[in-house]
């Protein structure tokens, strides 16, 4: 069995197999790609970080309360079995994959992902990343900071509903 098969099929299932009584904001269940991201400066000026052809990505919230996301950077062509390691360290490094349980706190426009697994970053495990959302129709944003070359930024990504 190809591994990738495997691995993406064990964190899908990781992240859809258990039940947990979880209250949940309806609107946002259901499945997410990512369409873009926009960083800023602490005094709001937009800056350019990410890989020059932007991303691909999709987030999963379940009705139990169950997350998975995954984003990699779009215009790689290389094969795993012939990455250089500089070609693998920009992959983890403009990329991110986890998966874990998350609860919305509808008063403060909040949903927490409460980190069980992570595929690029085992430092995530067992984290919080509570992220500000809006959400009008089909179009969710989640909104929030991280540090980026000893810098915070702001970040707001935009996903649009898999229909």
């Known amino acids: 069995m190809d591994r990738r098969f495997w691995l993406g099929t064990t964190v899908l299932a990781l992240a859809l197999g258990a039940q947990v009584a979880t209250a949940a904001e309806p609107g946002i269940v259901g499945a997410w790609r990512l369409e873009n991201e926009v960083d800023r400066r602490a005094d709001g000026t937009q800056v350019s970080v990410g ?4 991303y691909n990505g999709l987030l999963v919230y379940t009705a139990d309360g169950r997350m998975v996301v995954q984003i990699a950077p779009r215009g790689r062509n290389w094969r795993r079995s012939t990455a250089t390691p500089e070609q693998l360290r920009e992959t983890v490094e403009a ?23 992570s595929l690029l970053d085992p430092t995530d495990e067992g984290t919080q990343l509570t992220r ?18 000893g810098e915070t930024l702001a970040f707001e990504i935009t996903w649009s509903r898999l229909k």
């Open 132 to 149: 500000r959302f809006r959400l009008s129709g089909d179009t969710l944003v989640l909104a929030g900071s991280w540090e980026y070359g």
């Open 51 to 54: 890989p020059k052809d932007g």
């Open 95 to 117: 990329g991110d994959a986890y998966f874990g349980r998350y609860t919305v706190d509808a008063s403060a426009g909040t949903v927490t992902h409460h980190v069980e697994g």
